[in-house]
């Protein structure tokens, strides 16, 4: 089979596409003839390489994806052959005691396709059954695969750390990420009014179409007087920031009493400057996430399902187009997901 992988980290040219067998599967696993394949900034990561964190290479990458059954296990009796559904990219053994709490993503040994075993980038990949997730009717594959990372990311910042009530403000950074585009989605969803960020009037039309109230360019103006202004100085109660550096000190100030700022990513660099009289003196809260449990993933699945979130993908490309699709999300110069046609 064809499949995009990494063998040592660099730029670009570090992607290439290289037969590989087409994976055996285990009883509990299917085979998944692979239709489109969802790219995070996560692929970057693994490409490049991040300092302090050891990624196994050589690695196929891609952490999301949908297909169609190929072949299914002996012990598999939740999907057949010729089934089309997606992945949920994350797993952990399933008798974690984590696991069994529904929360297998805070697992010690808890991975994601493309990182921590090979991902989703190839004609075939070998998936546990209990990662399958039924496609409905109508749902594109390349739509499948431009959401769950993202959409799960996005919804566990807000709904289970940050605790999203209806009547809040939220302000999203970024809002042509992946993860910006459902926690606009997510925070409309629950009752929020929601402000975003962008230094592209065409995203922020587009955010606005997402729900977004109030969008920021934030080259032609200052994003913190914006939102300090709107909310007669009282501030947002949620920010949702996965810029990191360039941002974060602003996004602690932007913050009512009380407030919380969750972060899930740091494109702009992992250095945090913060005044800590600025964190007690009005109760703020600093909030890591990664991804979600997996009841959760079949609940904001059920909501992609059901129309109340939809996927937005910016490109489709062939996967011997790889390196383009990596240049475009390193320069942010997309609106949503980009995802691969390992078929093309």
């Known amino acids: 089979m064809k499949c995009l992988m990494v ?13 590989r ?25 693994v490409r490049k390489g991040v300092e302090g964190h ?11 994806g949908a297909g169609v059954v190929e072949q299914v296990g002996s012990l598999v009796t939740q999907a057949k052959v010729g089934d089309s559904v997606a992945i949920s990219p994350g797993f952990a053994a399933p008798e974690a005691s984590e696991s069994l709490d529904g929360r297998h993503h805070l ?6 396709f493309g990182e921590t075993r090979d991902g989703t980038c190839s004609e075939f990949v070998a998936v546990p059954a209990r990662n399958l997730l039924p496609m409905p009717k109508g749902l594109s594959f390349e739509d499948a695969a431009a ?9 566990h910042m807000l709904v289970h750390r940050a605790a999203i009530r209806p009547g809040m403000d939220v302000l999203v950074h970024a809002a042509g990420s992946g993860v910006s585009i459902y926690a ?14 962008a230094s592209d009037p065409a995203k922020l039309e587009k955010a606005r179409s997402l729900g977004a109230d109030v969008v920021i360019d934030y080259q032609r103006e200052d994003f913190l007087k914006r939102v300090r202004e709107i909310t007669e100085k009282r501030g947002v109660d949620i920010v949702i920031d996965h810029v990191g550096q360039a941002t974060f000190g602003a996004s602690l100030r932007a913050l009512k009493k009380g407030g919380a700022v969750v972060t899930c990513g740091a494109t702009s660099g992992p250095k945090l400057e913060a005044d800590l009289r600025l964190i007690f003196f009005k109760s703020l809260s600093i909030l890591g996430s990664t991804m979600g449990g997996m009841g959760e993933m079949r609940e904001v699945w059920n909501l992609l399902s059901r129309g109340l979130l939809r996927s937005v993908v910016d490109r489709v490309l062939p996967m011997s187009r790889a390196r383009e699709a990596h240049a475009a999300l390193e320069a942010r110069a997309t609106f949503g997901k980009v995802v691969l046609n390992p078929e093309s």
Do not use: S
């Open 184 to 197: 606009i989605q997510i925070a409309k969803l629950y009752g929020a009014r929601v402000f975003t960020t």
């Open 7 to 19: 063998r040592a980290h660099g730029g670009l040219d570090a992607l290439e596409i290289l037969d």
């Open 21 to 45: 067998p087409v994976p055996e599967i285990r009883p509990d696993e299917v085979l998944l003839r692979v239709k489109a394949a969802g790219l995070n900034h996560l692929d970057v990561w």
């Open 147 to 155: 959401f769950p990372l993202a959409a799960l990311t996005a919804h």
């Open 107 to 112: 697992a010690h040994e808890y991975g994601i």
């Open 54 to 64: 050891k990624f196994p290479l050589p690695m196929i990458l891609g952490c999301d």
